[in-house]
């Protein structure tokens, strides 16, 4: 797992530069992975959109801040993604704005379908679901994990799975409607749990 996790942080992209690889692909009707076709390429467009308004109006509680400038320890946290998932837009920038918040705080991203390996250690009940962090200490271990999504969308996730048996377009638009209301604060108090669990394992 280790030279896995080693392997990957060679690839791995600063925030700015995700942003900037997912605008210089779309000017080439592309989208990130392996697979392209017009409806990622859309998909792409719509969350390059949404992350540029996120990245503008997300605010951070006090508490998460009181929480995310507590933490001592170095830490990294390596985020699988991709531009054209839907989920990745809406927590990515909420989750740089915390880590913003504390230089001992080291975002990294890497795609998903460039770290195949990376990504099977890390899967979600048994899918390839992101975005997925990855919490790691200063030698590299892993101290904790999150994703793909904030609790609550996790939830309506699993309920509608059960009810209906698998998510369809209606459900989607439902979801991306919670995820505007919330405002990131499901992720943020997810974090805030994060971090205090973290921690807890460091001492």
Same mark, same amino acid.
């Given at each position: 797992?280790? +030279?896995?996790?080693?392997?990957?942080?060679?690839?791995?992209?600063?925030?700015?530069?995700?942003?900037?690889?997912?605008?210089?692909?779309?000017?080439?009707? !592309?989208?990130?992975?392996?697979?392209?076709?017009? %409806?990622?390429? #859309?998909?792409?467009? *719509?969350?390059?959109?949404?992350?540029?308004?996120? $990245?503008?109006?997300?605010?951070?509680?006090?508490?998460?801040?009181?929480?995310? #400038?507590?933490?001592?320890?170095?830490?990294?946290?390596?985020?699988?993604?991709?531009?054209?998932?839907?989920? %990745?837009?809406? +927590?990515?920038?909420?989750?740089?704005?915390?880590?913003? *918040?504390?230089?001992?705080?080291? =975002?990294?991203?890497?795609?998903?379908?460039?770290?195949?390996?990376?990504? #099977?250690?890390?899967?979600?009940?048994?899918?390839?679901?992101?975005? !997925?962090?990855?919490?790691?200490?200063?030698?590299?271990?892993?101290?904790?994990?999150?994703?793909?999504?904030?609790?609550? %969308?996790?939830?309506?996730?699993? $309920?509608?799975?059960?009810?209906?048996?698998? =998510?369809?377009?209606?459900?989607?638009?439902? =979801?991306?409607?919670?995820?505007?209301?919330?405002?990131?604060?499901?992720?943020?108090?997810?974090?805030?749990?994060?971090?205090?669990?973290?921690? =807890? !394992?460091?001492?």
């Amino acid at each position: 797992m280790k +030279n896995i996790i080693k392997q990957s942080l060679e690839k791995t992209l600063n925030y700015q530069e995700y942003r900037t690889l997912v605008k210089d692909l779309l000017a080439e009707n !592309k989208s990130t992975g392996h697979q392209q076709s017009e %409806a990622l390429t #859309n998909y792409s467009m *719509l969350n390059d959109k949404r992350m540029k308004r996120l $990245d503008k109006t997300i605010k951070i509680s006090e508490e998460a801040i009181a929480e995310i #400038n507590a933490l001592e320890a170095p830490q990294t946290w390596l985020v699988i993604t991709e531009g054209w998932c839907g989920d %990745a837009a809406q +927590n990515l920038p909420v989750i740089h704005k915390m880590a913003e *918040l504390n230089k001992k705080i080291d =975002l990294k991203l890497v795609l998903r379908d460039d770290n195949e390996e990376l990504m #099977n250690l890390f899967l979600t009940n048994g899918g390839k679901a992101i975005p !997925k962090l990855i919490a790691l200490d200063k030698e590299n271990n892993v101290i904790n994990t999150w994703g793909p999504r904030p609790t609550t %969308a996790t939830k309506m996730v699993k $309920d509608y799975k059960t009810k209906h048996g698998s =998510l369809d377009a209606e459900f989607k638009q439902d =979801l991306q409607i919670w995820y505007n209301k919330d405002k990131g604060k499901d992720v943020q108090n997810d974090f805030i749990n994060l971090i205090r669990t973290s921690q =807890l !394992k460091e001492a």
